[in-house]
């Protein structure tokens, strides 16, 4: 049993949590009905002017833009279903508890502060 959370917190956190997944969730259904619409009005466009090298850089920064948000997404579901356990708040690296503070700004977070960079010093270097 952990928890250095109180339950006060848990349920803080929870909400939190639950707020950015649905904001995400519209946020992503929203793109890609403007994704649709606006593809619409430019093969409207097309027959006066050939843009294909935008539209091919618009769709990059697109995909680029909603892999973000699917991948947050799955983090947030992630931490949702660890705050079921006992095992939400703590470091999955190396088990240390990730202090309330840091959770208050980004609830989903996985790993504490040193953990956390060491892991995205590895991902940068690919
Ligand atoms: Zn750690």
Do not use: F, N, W
């Amino acid at each position: 049993m952990s928890t250095h959370l109180t339950t006060g917190q848990r349920a803080l956190l929870k909400a939190e949590l639950e707020l950015r997944q649905s904001r995400l969730d519209r946020q992503l259904a929203t793109h890609q009905e403007g994704r649709t619409r606006a593809e619409h009005a430019r093969d409207v466009l097309e027959r006066d002017y050939d843009d294909a090298p935008q539209r091919a850089m618009d769709r990059e920064v697109d995909l680029a833009l909603s892999d973000i948000d699917v991948r947050e997404l799955g983090e947030i579901s992630r931490a949702l279903k660890k705050l079921d356990g006992d095992d939400y708040g703590l470091c999955t690296d190396c088990g240390a508890e990730i202090p309330y503070e840091r959770l208050k700004v980004e609830p989903q977070a996985l790993r504490c502060v040193s953990c956390e960079s060491k892991h995205e010093a590895l991902e940068r270097k690919g």
